[in-house]
Structures are given as structure tokens and as C-alpha cells.
């Protein structure tokens, strides 16, 4: 019996393509992690005491609709920051609600800045415009400036994860899933709390 090369390429194609595999330049998903999401099991979410919370590298560079951007722009608000990538289905069912915990949580000092992973600016603005997503969302081809994060924090090969960031520029807290606009309310209300020490 002959072998058919075209019939064995399409079988390979349309098995990625049903395990959500992203092209090598793409950052993979976790797949279980958005399984368990479905079935209705909360992110888990990794808290970092404020004794203990690394600085958090400073992300800067272009958004993806090419307007300059720097984390520490944001000194003194909580800071949700979100790697994504428009491949990424979970991603794409999460950014509504960081849109929402954002637009609800603004008055008090909550920021989200996403991450976008794409290799491809287009895409990722495309995905941002389609979803209708209001905050902005950093150019970072390849997740390069992930390899900044302290190890162990999150694998930054996962997508997507999330990041909250104290008023003083410090990791609060991570989270390597899916969130929900609950999550993101219930991880940076006790941070909201916290008193800024005053620069000396």
C-alpha cells in the first residue's frame, strides 16, 4: 500500500490546528491549564508577601499600535499585567474581563497592561481591535522580555499568565492561567489596601 505524502501533511496540519498548536515563532498555550479553566476550577493564583516581592522588571517599548510604553509609568497604581498572544484561545476569552476589571477598578488606581507576544504587529492589533480592548497592550515579539522575571515566578513559554505589580513597582503575586474579572478583583483589592512608603 502506497503512502500519499499530501494525505499524511494534511492529517499533521489539521492535528495542530485541533491542539491549538501555535507556529514555532509562538508562544504554546497551556491546554490543560484552559481545561480546567472550562470545567469551572479557579486560577490559581501564587501570592508573594510584601517583605518578599522581587522588583518587577521594567517592560518598555512600543504598543502594538506603535505608541511608547513603560511599566514604570504606572509607579503608584496596582499594575495587571497580562501575556497573551492572538493564537492563544484562552487569551482571547480572559482580555474582556481584564478589560472590564480595569474599567470598573480605574477610579481606584488598577491598571492593566497587556503583553503581546505575537511576532506579527499586525495580529496582535487585530486581536486587540476585534475584542474591542480599551487598555494597551505592549509589542514583545517572542516574550523576550519575560527572561527579565525572576525564575520560578511563571514559565514564560505558558500562556497566557498574569502578573499584579504594587504601587512601589514590586510582583505581588502571579497567576499561570486564565482569570476571570473575579480573579483580578480578588488579587489586587488586598493590594489596593496596602500604604505606599514614602520615598526617602
Not at 498574569?162 to 505581588?172: K, M, P, S, Y
Request: net charge positive.
Amino acid at each position: 500500500m502506497k503512502t500519499n505524502p499530501r494525505a499524511i501533511l494534511c492529517g499533521v496540519v489539521a492535528g495542530l490546528a485541533m491542539a491549538g498548536c501555535a507556529t514555532p515563532k509562538d508562544l504554546p498555550t497551556d491546554v490543560e491549564q484552559a481545561e480546567r479553566a472550562r470545567a469551572g476550577e479557579a486560577a490559581l493564583f501564587r501570592s508573594i508577601p510584601a517583605a518578599e516581592r522581587p522588583a518587577a522588571p521594567d517592560f518598555a517599548g512600543t504598543t502594538v499600535d506603535g505608541e511608547p510604553v513603560r511599566l514604570s509609568d504606572y509607579r503608584g497604581r496596582v499594575v495587571v499585567v497580562n501575556a497573551w498572544a492572538s493564537t492563544c484561545g484562552p487569551c482571547r476569552t480572559e482580555s474582556p474581563d481584564l478589560d472590564r476589571a480595569q474599567r470598573t477598578l480605574k477610579s481606584r488606581g488598577v491598571r492593566v497592561l497587556g503583553v503581546s507576544t505575537d511576532a506579527a504587529r499586525q495580529n496582535a492589533l487585530a486581536f486587540q481591535q476585534d475584542l474591542g480592548l480599551t487598555y494597551p497592550s505592549l509589542h514583545d515579539p517572542g516574550g523576550k522580555q519575560f527572561l527579565k522575571l525572576p525564575n520560578g515566578l511563571v514559565n514564560p513559554r505558558i500562556l497566557p499568565f498574569t502578573l499584579f505589580v504594587d504601587r512601589e513597582g514590586r510582583i505581588a503575586g502571579a497567576v499561570q492561567s486564565k482569570v476571570s474579572e473575579s480573579d483580578v478583583r480578588d488579587a489586587v483589592t488586598p493590594l489596593l489596601k496596602e500604604k505606599v512608603k514614602e520615598e526617602e
